[in-house]
């Protein structure tokens, strides 16, 4: 019982110097990384400065393609005078299955009709109303981080064009 506890009473001071050490070397290694978040666009994490100016919104009507295989479709023109709220959803007035193709708009998907629990709905599902949770304007903003994501019909052309060789 004295040899564990002189063992300890040794051994203990040996731990806090090591364990304060190992803590100023983190203290260290954060300080190095303030500023390196490119999300913060070399801001560093303990300041805040003004915002940078809003992206223009593409108003082109033009699809864009999507970044990634999940990706909602963005919206190609402006929405900034739409009404969408518990009571009004001006996106439905081209994009419903009555109006879609009188206004030449994509159709919602059928997706947008399933309740969470799968069965077919008459009218879009509650959890479906609010396009903006979703799907956002597509603006001139260049992207914040590199994107190397192929749509499934370019790895289909690339590999037909590579049997061909």
Do not use: W
């Not at 996106?91 to 799968?118: K, W, Y």
Request: aromatic share 4%.
């Amino acid at each position: 019982m004295k040899a564990v506890l002189m063992t300890i009473v040794f051994m203990l001071p040996i731990a806090l110097v090591a364990l304060d050490t190992r803590r100023d070397a983190l203290r260290g290694s954060v300080r190095e990384n303030l500023g390196r978040d490119p999300l913060r666009r070399g801001i560093p994490l303990d300041e805040e400065r003004r915002p940078l100016p809003m992206q223009r919104v593409e108003n082109t009507d033009l699809r864009r393609k999507r970044a990634h295989p999940e990706q909602p479709p963005t919206i190609p023109h402006a929405i900034d005078s739409y009404q969408l709220d518990k009571n009004s959803n001006a996106c439905l007035h081209c994009h419903s299955r009555a109006n879609a193709e009188d206004f030449q708009a994509p159709m919602i998907s059928v997706t947008h009709f399933l309740s969470r629990d799968g069965q077919v709905l008459a009218n879009i599902a509650p959890r479906r109303y609010f396009c903006t949770q979703c799907h956002v304007v597509q603006t001139d903003a260049k992207p914040l981080v590199k994107n190397q994501f192929r749509d499934v019909d370019e790895l289909i052309g690339g590999e037909k064009a590579e049997a061909r060789d």
